[in-house]
């Protein structure tokens, strides 16, 4: 994959760090062109290591300043905070005209997010009723809304932001998986970016075997050593 633009959707700051940051350094070193839109501020994450009780708004403060690190780890230079509140996010016309704009504004060929047909519901953080939200969102902002230029019409008349339908969207984490991402070389700066989340993880050191682990399970069902795996779907 060269010379694409490429727009990851996620409900909260780690989101892309756990899940798709070795694609994402990847695709960077392969000259395409990444930008993140995190939907809430995850202020209602861990407190910092537990020690002081924070304030949301800090807490928004330093888990925004946290992913901006984690972004300059892999080379991503823009992020979309839209700033909904953390725990409660919906699929609804709020949340999905933002989306909208955002891929009006950015025209990505491909769309990153959650595979909104997972339904295993083996653990608790990857069925957090953000995550579905943000999958389900994403999904119908990619059809029919964003190419449609009824949906959401004040961003024409108001914006001047015309409607675009890009390409292709990957699901992450799928059980389906059919494209898989090579990160054995990425792996690395992976665990450097999500470490910068410090606020959420006292000691990185204890959670790279998980993710080694889940890397190479990945990497197994496509013979490579280390992978991150998605489904893909293109847009009509
Ligand atoms: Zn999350």
């Avoid at 994403?138 to 004040?154: M, T």
């Avoid at 991150?228 to 009509?236: I, V, Y």
């Amino acid at each position: 994959m060269k010379n694409k633009k490429i727009l990851i959707v996620v409900a909260h700051p780690d989101d892309i760090e756990f899940r798709y940051a070795g694609s994402v350094a990847k695709w960077i070193h392969d000259q395409n062109e990444v930008e993140y839109c995190i939907a809430t501020s995850g202020e209602k994450g861990f407190n910092s290591n537990g020690k002081e009780i924070l304030s949301c708004e800090k807490r928004q403060e330093i888990r925004e300043s946290e992913q901006i690190s984690a972004a300059e780890v892999v080379g991503v230079k823009r992020i979309h905070f839209l700033k909904f509140p953390d725990g409660e996010l919906e699929n609804n016309a709020f949340l999905r005209k933002e989306i909208v704009k955002l891929i009006r504004i950015f025209k990505p060929q491909i769309v990153v997010s959650g595979d909104p047909s997972m339904n295993s519901y083996d653990s608790f953080p990857g069925y957090h009723s953000d995550h579905l939200a943000i999958a389900a969102a994403v999904f119908e902002s990619l059809y029919p809304a964003c190419g449609n230029e009824n949906f959401f019409p004040e961003l024409i008349s108001e914006e001047k932001l015309m409607p675009f339908t890009p390409k292709l969207a990957m699901f992450g984490n799928s059980q389906n998986a059919d494209t898989w991402t090579d990160i054995e070389d990425f792996f690395e700066i992976k665990m450097k970016a999500l470490a910068c989340h410090k606020s959420q993880i006292e000691d990185i050191q204890e959670i790279i075997p998980r993710i080694m682990e889940r890397s190479k399970e990945y990497g197994k069902q496509a013979g490579l050593n280390f992978a991150e795996s998605f489904r893909t779907l293109e847009l009509p």
